[in-house]
């Protein structure tokens, strides 16, 4: 497998990312590879990113969409270049949403003429796909339960409610569609318990390191 192969996590909010992101990068740690944790929006490799992340995410910036977006987008040129700089030192750089949550959100926080124009024809030109999507789906009813659970003050995001997040949900499955040739794409059951969406990500992880896989023969062409 190529060094720095690119791994983003992606899915709706509640979907247990977070929580199977830390899972991925301590398996492959613990199998003595090099893996960089990083997330597309507020890199924390990236000091000014963070503090982006916090300005447009906080309700009172009460920013319009196509500013978040293109501040979002700013964040993506930055990461690139990072990634650029960094990537030969590492095997895995996994990254807590990217390109697939700019083109499912983007479509409902300012609308679908606007991710085409900023991310379809332009974005796309400037920085690169990822390696591998791992997309986690999860029914309404489960998200919404993770997400009060956690008990956390919501973005401005987030508080955009239920109905916003399953309109998401279908742009996320439109655009996998639409990539299911250029990326490796690969689902987890995120309503899973715990333990069954670590034996999702515990295959995953046989993919990404056994020589002469799926995923080898897709990244390697």
Not at 25 to 50: A, H, K
Not at 77 to 86: L, T
Not at 205 to 218: C, D, M, R
């Amino acid at each position: 497998m190529k060094k720095g192969l690119k791994v983003e996590i992606e899915g709706t909010d509640g979907a247990g990312k977070t929580t199977a992101l830390k899972y991925l990068i301590q398996q492959l740690r613990e199998r003595g590879l090099e893996v960089l944790e990083t997330r597309e929006v507020g890199n924390p490799n990236i000091p000014v990113c963070g503090g982006l992340r916090e300005l447009v995410l906080s309700p009172e910036s009460d920013l319009s969409g196509a500013a978040m977006e293109l501040i979002f987008s700013a964040m993506r040129i930055e990461n690139e270049r990072f990634y650029k700089s960094v990537g030969d030192r590492y095997d895995f750089i996994v990254s807590d949403r990217g390109w697939f949550s700019h083109l499912a959100y983007t479509d409902h926080n300012v609308s679908k003429s606007f991710t085409r124009d900023l991310y379809l024809n332009f974005m796309d030109k400037y920085t690169s796909m990822p390696d591998v999507v791992v997309y986690f789906s999860v029914n309404t009813e489960t998200a919404l339960k993770r997400r009060v659970k956690r008990g956390e003050t919501m973005d401005v995001i987030e508080m955009k409610g239920v109905e916003y997040q399953e309109l998401v949900r279908e742009s996320f499955d439109k655009y996998l569609n639409k990539y299911e040739n250029d990326v490796f794409i690969y689902v987890v059951d995120a309503n899973a318990s715990i333990e069954g969406v670590r034996v999702q990500i515990n295959t995953l992880i046989s993919l990404l390191v056994t020589p002469g896989s799926s995923i080898e023969k897709q990244v390697n062409g």
